[in-house]
C-alpha cells in the first residue's frame, strides 16, 4: 500500500512538473524510457521466478486452483464487453487489452503507452489504479455477497501482493495460498495478453 | 514487443536460478522498485505536456471508472460461480 502511494505520487509530480515547470517533453530521451522498461521486465522476471511460495504452490495443489485465474479472466473480458456499451470513442481491442491489466497498473500503463500511446497508456492507469483502490476498500463487502473469491477475482493480479492483507484478513488464511496464486499467474499473463491483443 | 516477452522468460529462469541468492534477489526488488518510480515520473511528464490528454482528463477519468467497474463485476460473477460450483462444498465437507 505504502509503496503504491509513492508509485502515484511519482506519476503525480510528473504530471504537475510538466504542467507548471514546463519540463520539455524531450529533455528525456525516449530511449530511456524504453530501456528503463527492458529493465523492468528483466527485474519482474526475477521477482517472480525467485519467488519459491509461488513454486511450491505450483507443485502441490489441486488441479482445481487453475479454474480461479481462468475466471477471473473471462469475467474481466465479459466485463470488457458490459464496459464498452458505456464508453464510445475507443475500439473494444484498445479496451480489452487496458482491461487486461487486471489491476496491474505500472506494467499495463507503460506498456499500452509504449505500444499504443499516452491517450490509451493513461486510461490503462487509471482504470487498473481503481480497480486496485476499489478491491481494497470492499473487500469485506464483496465477500459477504459473491463468496470467498470475490475479492481475489477484483483484485486481479494485485491479489498475490498489493491487496493480499485485506484478502488473507477478510477471507481467511486458507484463501491466501489461492490469492498469491492466482495472483501471479495473472501478474505473468499481463505482457503476454496485452502483447498479443495490440498486435 | 518480442524483446519484452524474451527479457520477461529471462528474467524469470535467473530469478529461480538465483532464488536462494537472497542478497541479489533484495537488490533485484530495491531496483525494480526505482525504475517503477522513474517510469511512472517519465509517464507523468509525458501525460502533463500532452495537451490533448490534460483537456481531455474528467472523460478519460470516467471512462476508467467505467471500465474498472465493468471488469470487476464481470470477474466477480463467473469466479461466483466457480465458488458455487468447485470451492464452497468441498470446502464445508471438510
Redesign the interface.
Known amino acids: 500500500m505504502k509503496n503504491s502511494l509513492i508509485i502515484i505520487a511519482f506519476f503525480i509530480l510528473g504530471v504537475l512538473g510538466a504542467l507548471f515547470l514546463r519540463i520539455p517533453k524531450s529533455m528525456f530521451n525516449a530511449n530511456l524510457t524504453l530501456y528503463s522498461l527492458y529493465l523492468l521486465m528483466f527485474l519482474i522476471g526475477i521477482s517472480i521466478g525467485s519467488d519459491t511460495k509461488v513454486w511450491k504452490i505450483i507443485k502441490n495443489t489441486n488441479i482445481k486452483i487453475v479454474l480461479v485465474p481462468l475466471s477471473i479472466i473471462v469475467g474481466t473480458l465479459l466485463g470488457v464487453i458490459l464496459s464498452s456499451f458505456f464508453i464510445k470513442n475507443i475500439s473494444l481491442k484498445d479496451l480489452t487489452a487496458v482491461g487486461c491489466g487486471f489491476g496491474y497498473y505500472t506494467m499495463s500503463s507503460i506498456f499500452i503507452t509504449k505500444v499504443s500511446g499516452e491517450a490509451l497508456g493513461v486510461l490503462a492507469l487509471l482504470s487498473n489504479v481503481f480497480r486496485e483502490i476499489i478491491t481494497l476498500l470492499f473487500a469485506p463487502v464483496l465477500v459477504k455477497y459473491f463468496g470467498k473469491l470475490a475479492p481475489i477475482a477484483s483484485g486481479g493480479a494485485t491479489s498475490m501482493d498489493v491487496t493480499l492483507p485485506v484478502i488473507t484478513k477478510f477471507v481467511g488464511k486458507d484463501y491466501a495460498i489461492i490469492s498469491v496464486f492466482s495472483g501471479a499467474v495473472l501478474t505473468i499473463l499481463v505482457p503476454f495478453l496485452i502483447a498479443f491483443i495490440l498486435k | 514487443?518480442l524483446?519484452?516477452?524474451v527479457?520477461?522468460?529471462?528474467?524469470?529462469?535467473?530469478?529461480?536460478?538465483?532464488?536462494k541468492k537472497k542478497r541479489v534477489?533484495i537488490l533485484?526488488?530495491k531496483?525494480?522498485?526505482w525504475?517503477?518510480?522513474?517510469?511512472?515520473?517519465?509517464?507523468?511528464?509525458?501525460?502533463?505536456?500532452?495537451k490533448?490528454?490534460?483537456n481531455n482528463i474528467g472523460n478519460?477519468?470516467i471512462?476508467?471508472?467505467?471500465?474498472?467497474?465493468?471488469?470487476?463485476?464481470?470477474?466477480?460473477?463467473?469466479?461466483?460461480?466457480?465458488?458455487?460450483l468447485?470451492?464452497?462444498k468441498a470446502?464445508d465437507e471438510k
Do not use: E, P, Q, W
Request: proline share 0%; with cysteine.
Open positions: 514487443m524483446i519484452i516477452i527479457l520477461l522468460l529471462a528474467g524469470i529462469l535467473c530469478g529461480f536460478l538465483l532464488r534477489i533485484a526488488d531496483l525494480t522498485n525504475t517503477i518510480y522513474l517510469l511512472l515520473l517519465l509517464l507523468g511528464i509525458a501525460i502533463g505536456s500532452n490533448k490528454i490534460i478519460i477519468g471512462n476508467a471508472i467505467i471500465i474498472a467497474l465493468g471488469t470487476i463485476i464481470g470477474s466477480i460473477l463467473v469466479s461466483y460461480i466457480v465458488y458455487l468447485y470451492f464452497k470446502k
